[in-house]
């Protein structure tokens, strides 16, 4: 019983530690105290295993990166494994120092220096070993032989006399430079026309700071006197690049870094030029072209680059070859280098993208931002680039073509002399860097810099040779912008850059061109305005010139001059679109963005005039005056009880109105229809403009393939060019829709135009219609049978003998088949018109005009039966004094699309095979609407450069406009042919 219990306990106690146990590694926490090598004291060092203060041994200190154990001072080293170091005091009697190495005590012949190692006195080494390495009982101090011939000094450590710097020697034949000459930096000038101070601060003009810089300070007085005495050419060089960190800058100072550059070329200019380039001083680099004015119009424009460039054939050229000579900022040269892989293009990309920049006639646009902090990794010092273009001489030798360098921020006394366009304020250089990180550095080298300089824009400009047949180019030019960028959190902070390759051309020539188009076809649309407006007073029958006449002339020009824009626009994006892409050799480039701003307005204007001109003709077109006459009569009679007496009497059957309805739906439906499928329009331009690739050739560069690799650089889009491919695409497309419509569809499918001329006359309907007051149309449906409201076996055979030519033709005039004609009416058929409608016109009226006795079914009804009996009398020739007479129109009022006479007492019916009356429905006036969508079209993809979207707005605006018309059309049609608008659906 007792062992059951023990047993029983022990379990409990097992379980029990278990639980423990597991409870506690379950609440283990993974956290360290935060330490830094600075909290650890003087007799403490930071392990970098366990990221902990842990104490020195003894006789130990922290090291001065505070990471490692030190002897004391006066202590030397006993041991050493690389790790843990034992330390042993030296004795104070006989050996009180330290040997340099540390690991040995030793007597110094004079005092101990802060360290407790021994020091000699200035122009002595110390000797603590003998030369077969032996420690020497008591150091020895040797004093270096600074006379003839030794020259000899101690060197930078203080254990070995070497000879003196060559310029102590040559100025006082010692190794002592002696009181009348200048020591600096470790050299020895004698006296010079130099200034004896330099100014080593650097201005940050868009910062308005200035920064005392260490690099200034330290070398620019010493490489300036190398330069002018000793002719040192690195001292020269590294001088020049001093004055490019300036930024080439020139003032009345002498004495900074430009200063003393200009100085020195002044001085030397018996030394001659060097390369025969009188700009280029012997052993100075270049860096200006000279200050006279107009210089810089003849650097670049006076000669032509040696070699020609063609887009195609076996003679093809279109990789330009760019050179640099590569200095260090201590004047070094490194290495001649291409250009290409991104030396001069700060942001990063694959090689093939980098190197489109180099390939002829390819716009090239790159920018991206860039974290400071990487700026400050990959440039710890600026690399100065001279710019040339590689050419083959007449011989075949490589030979070299300067680039001119125009650098924005260079102030010439205070003024921006590069930021104008006037050429001959310019002052050009040639050298260039990317990233200075080195002036901005103020109290130690090694410090991070306050201020630092990108080069954030970096432009490339190529000028076509004026009237050139063979591709010959100008000299390019470099244009560099700088921005100067305060450091304060290189890790948040970025700097926003860009490098950009242009082409350019003279554009006068083809300016002057089109504003001659633009003169000569905006007079013809002028006096074409004129005569439509004259035409529209015959039609509206007012000699008088009122503002409503010049208004309508105003909105006539709107839409003649909308064309010539149109025309104007669309000729100049082929003309580009054409010679750009398939020229061989390079006689033509594209405009620049600055000078497509003309562009872009010129097709702004064709694009509001042209909706003018097209919100004109919807709102002409849900004005017009339309009635529907119904030949039909009474067949027969019918029993009718007379109100108020009850009696029966006999009266003529009514004549069915459905006749009238069909008619009236027919033609609403009509009011819409176009002779493209606007749907089928943009999907056809959207798939060869995005899925074959024709969007391709508006890209800026003389490749015309269709297709391009998605890994190759993809030039900028021109608006020209997409403009150009847009509208052609666009119009090609509906005039294949247009031709095909007319040619096949509508003679073997469906001609809506004629089917409604042919249901007129089945219908025993004819359409008189007016577009304005005393000009309209007309479509002769008067049944040929005499009656249409009849059955379907009369219907039938009605037809069979028309087929089978057993009755008259259906024109207006015996033995014809016109039915169509335009019409154009005297004033007193107007007024009568407009006498009969006028009580339907008091209905949409003031109140006041209104006769509360009538009912408004009883005016309609009597106005409709009214209004056909007088068309139908006047049809007939029953009004004499409102007879009129049917003629053919002349040629030249065929051609010019208006009449001549004017009806003065016979109106005037001009037969019209071509169906004219759809000029009032958008049928008619397909060339408007066509013209108008593909403006709309270009417009947004002006603003948006998206195909895609563009297609979609237009889509939306051919919707919104064809809603608009039904609905408006369906509201006049109703209220003009007293036809009930529910009757029409």
């Not at 209004?867 to 007879?883: P, Q, T, V, W």
């Amino acid at each position: 019983m007792a062992t059951g219990k023990l047993i029983v306990f022990v379990c409990i106690a097992v379980l029990f530690l278990v639980l423990s146990k597991t409870r506690l590694s379950s609440c283990q926490q993974f956290a360290i105290p935060f330490q830094q090598p600075s909290h650890c004291g003087s007799e403490k060092y930071f392990d970098i295993s366990s990221l902990s203060c842990v104490q020195c041994g003894i006789n130990q200190v922290r090291s001065v990166s505070g990471t490692s154990c030190v002897c004391q001072v006066r202590h030397r080293v006993v041991s050493s494994n690389g790790g843990a170091i034992t330390c042993q005091k030296c004795p104070a009697d006989s050996k009180p120092g330290v040997t340099q190495d540390g690991f040995d005590c030793i007597r110094c012949p004079g005092g101990l220096n802060t360290e407790g190692k021994c020091q000699c006195p200035p122009g002595s080494i110390l000797v603590e070993r003998n030369r077969n390495g032996m420690l020497l009982d008591e150091a020895i101090c040797e004093t270096c032989n600074g006379t003839e011939p030794s020259f000899a000094v101690p060197n930078l450590f203080g254990d070995r006399c070497v000879r003196c710097q060559e310029t102590y020697i040559n100025t006082t034949n010692s190794c002592e430079c002696g009181q009348t000459n200048m020591p600096a930096g470790g050299l020895c000038f004698p006296q010079n026309n130099l200034p004896t101070t330099v100014v080593s601060v650097v201005n940050y003009a868009q910062l308005a700071i200035s920064v005392q810089s260490v690099w200034f300070a330290e070398n620019m007085q010493v490489v300036a006197a190398a330069c002018l005495i000793y002719s040192n050419l690195t001292a020269c060089q590294a001088l020049g690049n001093m004055c490019v960190m300036n930024l080439n800058s020139l003032s009345s100072v002498n004495n900074d870094a430009c200063g003393l550059f200009n100085t020195i070329h002044r001085s030397t200019a018996a030394l001659g030029s060097a390369q025969m380039i009188s700009f280029w001083r012997a052993n100075l680099p270049w860096l200006y072209y000279g200050d006279q004015a107009g210089l810089a119009s003849r650097v670049l424009f006076t000669e032509s680059f040696p070699t020609s460039f063609s887009f195609k054939g076996a003679a093809q050229n279109t990789n330009i070859q760019f050179t640099a000579a590569v200095y260090n900022t201590k004047g070094n040269f490194l290495k001649w280098q291409n250009v290409k892989g991104g030396t001069l293009q700060l942001c990063p990309d694959t090689v093939i993208r980098l190197n489109a920049a180099y390939r002829f006639g390819t716009t090239y646009r790159q920018s991206c931002q860039i974290p400071l902090s990487k700026i400050l990794t990959d440039f710890p010092e600026p690399i100065f680039y001279d710019i040339y273009m590689d050419f083959s001489s007449g011989n075949g030798q490589k030979s070299l073509w300067a680039v001119p360098v125009r650098n924005l921020n260079l102030q010439y006394n205070g003024q921006f002399v590069n930021q104008g366009d006037n050429l001959n304020n310019w002052y050009l250089t040639r050298r260039i860097f990317l990233v200075d990180t080195l002036s901005g550095r103020e109290n130690t080298l090694a410090s991070q810099p306050k201020v630092i300089r990108v080069a954030t824009k970096i432009t490339i400009s190529i000028q076509l040779e004026p009237n050139t047949q063979k591709g010959a180019i100008k000299t390019p030019l470099m244009t560099v912008s700088y921005t100067d960028i305060l450091v304060s959190d290189p890790d948040t902070q970025s700097v926003s850059v860009s490098f950009s390759v242009e082409y350019e051309m003279n554009q006068s020539e083809a300016q002057i061109q089109t504003d001659i188009a633009l003169g000569v076809l905006g007079g013809m649309a002028v006096l074409y305005s004129l005569l439509k407006t004259a035409s529209w007073k015959r039609q509206v029958g007012s000699p008088l010139i009122d503002l409503q006449t010049v208004l309508k002339f105003l909105l006539f020009y709107a839409g003649d001059l909308a064309n010539v824009f149109f025309v104007v626009t669309v000729g100049t994006g082929l003309y580009w679109l054409i010679f750009f892409k398939a020229q061989q050799f390079v006689t033509v480039l594209l405009p620049l963005h600055v000078q497509e701003k003309r562009f872009v307005t010129y097709v702004g204007c064709a694009f509001t005039l042209k909706a003018v001109q097209f919100l004109h003709k919807i709102i002409s077109q849900l004005s017009i005056d339309i009635f529907f006459i119904d030949w039909e009569r009474p067949r027969g009679k019918v029993l009718k009880t007379a109100e108020g007496n009850g009696d029966i009497k006999s009266a003529p059957a009514p004549v069915s109105i459905w006749r009238t309805y069909f008619v009236a739906n027919e033609w609403n439906e009509l009011q819409t229809v176009r002779k493209i499928n606007p749907v089928f329009q943009i999907f056809a331009v959207l798939f060869f403009l995005e899925v074959v690739g024709f969007s391709n050739l508006a890209l800026m560069d003389p490749s015309s393939n269709l297709s391009r690799d998605p890994q190759s650089y993809q030039a900028p889009w021109n608006l020209i060019l997409r403009y150009g491919v847009a509208t052609s695409m666009w119009l090609v497309i509906g005039f294949l829709q247009i031709i095909f419509f007319t040619v096949f569809y509508e003679r073997f499918v469906e001609d809506k135009i004629r089917q409604f001329v042919d249901l007129c006359s089945m219908s025993n309907i004819s359409v008189l219609l007016f577009s304005n007051r005393c000009f309209g149309y007309y479509i002769h449906g008067r049944s040929v049978h005499g009656h249409a409201d009849t059955n379907m076996e009369e219907m039938n055979l009605n037809l069979k003998r028309e087929a089978e030519n057993l009755c008259g033709q259906r024109g207006l005039l015996p033995n014809t088949d016109i039915q169509t004609f335009q019409v154009s009416i005297t004033n007193k058929m107007r007024l009568q018109y407009d006498r009969i409608r006028e009580p339907l016109s008091r209905r949409t009226g003031p109140s006041r005009l209104l006769d509360s006795s009538a009912n408004p079914f009883e005016q309609s009804t009597k106005a409709y039966h009214t209004m056909n009996k007088f068309l139908g009398s006047f049809i007939d020739h029953a009004h004499r004094e409102m007879d009129y007479i049917v003629k053919d129109k002349l040629l030249m009022e065929r051609v010019l699309g208006m009449e001549f006479m004017e009806p003065m007492e016979k109106s005037l019916f001009y037969n019209d095979d071509s169906h004219s009356f759809s000029d009032v429905l958008y049928y008619g006036n397909e060339a408007t609407l066509l013209i108008f969508d593909t403006l709309f079209f270009c417009i947004v993809d002006i603003g948006t450069q998206d195909f895609v979207l563009a297609a979609v707005l237009t889509y939306v605006q051919q919707k919104v406009f064809k809603l608009i018309r039904s609905a408006t059309g369906r509201k006049n049609l109703a209220s003009k042919t007293l036809v009930d608008e529910r009757f029409l659906i």
